[in-house]
């Protein structure tokens, strides 16, 4: 696919901006064309993706935004901080307790070392996600294998026999949601409210399918890289962080020069131009929403990471709560980390990215 990469901020900004000219369309579209044997099984399974939020524009799009917005509401985030610092706490405890075990083993010259990707980061967003709308997760294995599959899906490069495997997954992450929905009716839950709002259960399954994903796999993602970059501050670095002022700074900037979310696309509605560039109808756009901010940003440089205007991240302040107080509590509660064993390898799609791992030791004292 040739997009017509846009980085500069105020042109991203332009572009998210001009709604009449520029649409998410393609926003979920999968990179590369399925192949036939791909389609065949989605369709068996009743795939369908109507748009309703993210790939979605015009009237019914605002009235389904105001709808989900109501869950995630500044008040309802800022409520859930305690439990947010809580189950961190509870899994920085077994961290601790797994760094210990591994320095004490007898056998261990070099002691193994823990991924906090596995051990911290991948626990506390799915939790706050099922508390705020009301809505129950699969078993955390099967969500994390289903999320990952669908981002590869749609956001990789798989060839025909990858995306057979990834289609039997998203089937069945399809197939259990659909479950989630129908069993939602009548329920003071997010796809109950949406069902009686006169979303139909495709379009309430087309929202939930990313929203699932979004609202858990992309925070823990970018917890990762978080924790990554702090804890290869060294010492002195690692330490600030225990303080609310450093936690968010060091955050923010991860969100500016990183993002797990670094990417998004737009398609052009019709022939038009920008800056001084024309771009025919249907021109595939792509957004760097990170990664293109200078030392001598805005202090505000950070938040182009969750989309700017109508379809800015519902879940931005949450996403960011999170993962401050999940670093914070890390270095407050785990000091002595270093990080252990070779670089890790990065997941790289076209829209997504983290460290596969953050594995750490204690440091010698």
Known sequence: MNYHVVGEPAAVREVMRRTGDFAPTNALTSVVPLAPATLRILSKAGFALPPVLASATGERHRAVRKVVAGFFTPAKVAAVTPRV???ARHHISATASALDAAASHPAALNPAPVDLSLSLARHVPPVIMAELTGQRNPPLGELKTWSRD?????WGWPDAERQIELATSAASFYDWLRGEVN????????????????????????????LVIAGQETTSQLINTALYRGIGLGAAGWQELTGADGAVRHVREVLAAESSVHTWRRSALHATELN???LPAGAEILLELSGRHGPDAQPTAYSLAFGHGLHRCLGAKLAELETTVVLQETAAGLPDLELAGPEPGWLRLLSFQTPRSVTVARSPR
């Open 183 to 210: 069993a939602s009716r009548g329920k003071d839950s997010l796809y109950g409210v949406l069902l009686a709002a006169g979303l139909s259960t495709a379009e309430v399954c087309s929202l939930g399918y990313f």
């Open 150 to 154: 669908s981002l590869e899906l749609f």
């Open 276 to 278: 001084g560039v024309a």
């Open 85 to 87: 610092r809580a189950l």
